[in-house]
C-alpha cells in the first residue's frame, strides 16, 4: 500500500462546479499537510497548508484534515477555467523530517 | 515567487556522461531537497541538505550525489548519467512566511538522457 493515495483522474467540470480533491494516507504519524498546484510543465505551487486535523479557508479554496480518518481534501468554489492544473496532495513528520511524500496528483480540467 | 532559480533548465545529454544540475536560493533557507517527476510515480525524494555540508539521502538516491558549499547552492550530480534519469527535476526550499515547514519549489529542470 502506498503511503499517501490519490486518484489520478483526470475530472472535468464545468466553470462554476464546486471541486472536491481527495487523499487518503496510511501514516498516522503525519502532522502537516499541503496541497500544491500545478501547471503544465511548471514548478508545483504551494496552494494550502494546515496543521493537523481542521479547515483552513483561502479564499475560493478550503482545505480539510481528519486525522481520525487519515483523510485530507481540498475543495474549490466557483471553479475557473485558470484553476485547470494537476493538484498534489503531500504530507511529512515535520520537524527534521520535512521531506514531503505526495501523492501522485489529479488532473482537473475547468471547461468555460 | 519563493526565490529560486534552477540551472540549466533543459538538457539533453547521452548515457554515461556526468551532469550537474544547480539550485540557487536567495531566501538564506536552511533545508533544501531535490525532488524527481516522473508519470506514474509522482514527485520523489533524491536527496535533501539541513545546512552547508550536511545531507542525506531521500527514497531514491542510487546513481546522484549531492554537494552543498554555500547556503544558497544545492547540486545535485548524476555521475554517469541514465535512460532511467530522465526526468524533470524540482528543487526546493523549506521556509514560509506562515510555517517552518513549508516548502517552495524552483520552475524544473528538465533532463533527457539518451
Known amino acids: 500500500q502506498k503511503e499517501v493515495e490519490q486518484d489520478p483522474g483526470p475530472l472535468s467540470v464545468p466553470e462554476g462546479a464546486i471541486v472536491s480533491l481527495n487523499c487518503t494516507y496510511s501514516?498516522?504519524?503525519?502532522?502537516?499537510f499541503m496541497w500544491y498546484r500545478q501547471y503544465s510543465r511548471k514548478g508545483p505551487e504551494l496552494l494550502m497548508y494546515t496543521y493537523s486535523s481542521g479547515n483552513k479557508e483561502d479564499g475560493r479554496f478550503t482545505a480539510q484534515v481528519d486525522k481520525s480518518s487519515k483523510y485530507i481534501s481540498l475543495f474549490i468554489r466557483d471553479s475557473q477555467p485558470s484553476d485547470s492544473a494537476t493538484y498534489l496532495c503531500?504530507?511529512?513528520?515535520?520537524?527534521?523530517?520535512?521531506?514531503?511524500?505526495f501523492g501522485k496528483g489529479t488532473k482537473l480540467s475547468v471547461k468555460p | 515567487d519563493a526565490g529560486i532559480t534552477q540551472s540549466p533548465r533543459h538538457k539533453v545529454t547521452e548515457t554515461g556522461t556526468p551532469v550537474t544540475l544547480r539550485c540557487h536560493q536567495t531566501?538564506?533557507?536552511?533545508?533544501m531537497y531535490w525532488y524527481r517527476q516522473d508519470p506514474g510515480h509522482g514527485l520523489r525524494l533524491i536527496h535533501y541538505?539541513?545546512?552547508?555540508?550536511?545531507?542525506d539521502k531521500g527514497e531514491v538516491s542510487d546513481g546522484y550525489s549531492v554537494s552543498r558549499s554555500k547556503t544558497e547552492d544545492f547540486l545535485l550530480t548524476l555521475e554517469s548519467a541514465t535512460s532511467s534519469q530522465t526526468s524533470v527535476y524540482f528543487c526546493?526550499?523549506?521556509?514560509?512566511?506562515?510555517?517552518?515547514?513549508?516548502?517552495?519549489f524552483g520552475p524544473g529542470t528538465r533532463l533527457t538522457v539518451l
Open positions: 531566501e538564506n533557507h536552511r533545508y
Open positions: 526546493a526550499i523549506q521556509g514560509g512566511l506562515s510555517s517552518y515547514n513549508e516548502q517552495f
Open positions: 501514516n498516522s504519524a503525519f502532522q502537516y
Open positions: 541538505s539541513y545546512g552547508v555540508k550536511d545531507t
Open positions: 503531500a504530507m511529512n513528520y515535520g520537524g527534521s523530517q520535512g521531506n514531503l511524500i
